[in-house]
C-alpha cells in the first residue's frame, strides 16, 4: 500500500542553525501539508501546498518556514533560523482529490 | 472558525469492555470528520473517516462512529477492547478537499488487562 515517507526520523540541531525536513508523499497525491505537534499537545496545521503554490497557512507558518517541491517527488520544510520553541514533532500528509489526508510517520526535530 | 473538542484526555477501560472516545466539533458548514490513531513512536494513522454518506461510519480495527448533526458530536466507539486498542486517539475537522485539518487535543486510551 502507497505510504508517506519522512526523513529523517529525528534531526537534532543547534539553535540559530537551518534544517530541513523532506517527505515524500502519495505518488498520485496533488495536495501536500505540513503539521507539527508539540510534546503533549495537539496536531497543528502548518502549511498546505498544491500546485506549486501555498495554498493556506496558519499563523504558526511566519517568515522562518518555507516548503518546496523541488522535484517530483519530494516536498520539503525548511526552517531558516531554529528556535526552541520549534522543538516538535513535524508531520508531512498528502491528499489526492478525495477528502482524506495520509500522513507520514513524522520527524522528530530537537532544537538545543 | 472550525474547533474540536474531545472531552477526557486519559480515558482507561478493561479488556472487553465497551470503549467510547468523545467528539464535538463546531463547524460553519458540513464537515468531513475523521479519526486518527497514534501508536507510540509512530505517525497518524487513519482508522474512519465521514464524508457525508451513511452516518455510521465503520473503520479499521472493529471502531466505528456515528455523526450526529443534532448534537455536532462524531464519537468513535468500539464493543470489546483490546490491549492492543491503547494509543492517542485524534479528532479531526475539515471544511473541504484540500483544506487544512483541525484536531483535537487528542484521548490517550489506556486498556487494562
Known amino acids: 500500500e502507497p505510504e508517506v515517507t519522512q526523513t529523517p526520523s529525528h534531526q537534532v540541531t543547534q539553535m540559530g542553525q537551518e534544517v530541513i525536513l523532506r517527505c515524500v508523499p502519495i505518488?498520485?497525491?496533488?495536495?501536500f501539508y505540513w503539521y507539527r505537534q508539540i510534546l503533549g499537545q495537539k496536531v497543528e496545521f502548518l502549511v498546505s501546498?498544491?500546485?506549486?503554490?501555498?495554498?493556506?497557512k496558519s499563523e504558526i507558518f511566519d517568515d522562518q518556514f518555507s516548503v518546496e517541491r523541488p522535484d517530483g517527488s519530494n516536498f520539503t520544510l525548511k526552517i531558516r533560523s531554529t528556535k526552541l520553541e520549534d522543538s516538535a514533532m513535524y508531520f508531512c500528509?498528502?491528499?489526492?482529490?478525495?477528502?482524506?489526508?495520509?500522513f507520514g510517520p513524522g520527524t522528530r526535530l530537537t532544537v538545543l | 472558525a472550525q474547533s474540536v473538542t474531545q472531552l477526557g484526555s486519559h480515558v482507561s477501560v478493561s479488556e472487553g469492555a465497551l470503549v467510547l472516545l468523545r467528539c464535538n466539533y463546531s463547524?460553519?458548514?458540513?464537515?468531513?470528520l475523521f479519526w486518527y490513531v497514534q501508536y507510540p513512536n509512530q505517525g497518524l494513522q487513519l482508522l474512519l473517516k465521514?464524508?457525508?454518506?451513511?452516518?455510521l461510519v465503520k473503520g479499521i480495527n472493529g471502531f466505528e462512529a456515528e455523526f450526529k448533526k443534532s448534537e455536532t458530536s462524531f464519537h468513535l466507539t468500539k464493543p470489546s477492547a483490546h490491549m492492543s486498542d491503547a494509543a492517542e486517539y485524534f479528532c479531526?475537522?475539515?471544511?473541504?478537499?484540500?483544506?487544512?485539518?483541525?484536531f483535537g487535543t487528542g484521548t490517550s486510551l489506556t486498556v487494562i488487562p
Open positions: 500528509a498528502s491528499s489526492e482529490v478525495t477528502d482524506t489526508q495520509y
Open positions: 505518488s498520485n497525491h496533488l495536495y
Open positions: 501546498f498544491y500546485n506549486n503554490e501555498i495554498s493556506e
Open positions: 463547524s460553519s458548514v458540513p464537515p468531513y
Open positions: 465521514y464524508t457525508s454518506a451513511a452516518t
Open positions: 479531526a475537522v475539515s471544511l473541504n478537499t484540500g483544506n487544512q485539518f483541525y
